[in-house]
Nanobody, 123 residues
Framework: QVQLAESGGALVQAGGSLRVSCKAS????????MGWFRQAPGKDREFVAA????????YYEDSVQGRFTISRDNAKNTVYLQMNSLKVEDTALYYC????????????????WGQGTQVTVSS
């Protein structure tokens, strides 16, 4: 199993930017789809973004499309989520996740998860 560790969460003002990172260990992520999810207090965890093994395809939840960018550096075994034009409603615990898949079938069946990094957006 791959172990995932998120970092970079912070308190930022609305309209600001932040980049969170996910460092993997134990196994290379080069063959995995990698994703970001988030969970706000009192809400279910929701899909944010995902990226294919070579970075050639990306997928976004509608509310972050155009504001967030997912990327990966397989040589560093790291995935990133660049968040721009942050909104108060983006406040959540952000999780990194990995899944083995031949093709993209949606944000289900991610099997390895990190502990999360807190992103708080103030008004």
């Amino acid at each position: 199993q791959v172990q995932l560790a998120e970092s970079g969460g912070a308190l930022v003002q609305a309209g600001g930017s932040l980049r969170v990172s996910c460092k993997a260990s134990g196994r290379t992520i080069s063959l995995y789809y990698m994703g970001w999810f988030r969970q706000a207090p009192g809400k279910d965890r929701e899909f944010v973004a995902a990226i294919s093994w070579n970075g050639g395809s990306t997928y976004y939840e509608d509310s972050v499309q155009g504001r967030f960018t997912i990327s990966r550096d397989n040589a560093k075994n790291t995935v990133y989520l660049q968040m721009n034009s942050l909104k108060v409603e983006d406040t959540a615990l952000y999780y990194c996740a990995a899944k083995s898949a031949v093709g993209w079938t949606g944000p289900q069946n991610f099997h390895s998860w990190g502990q999360g990094t807190q992103v708080t957006v103030s008004s």
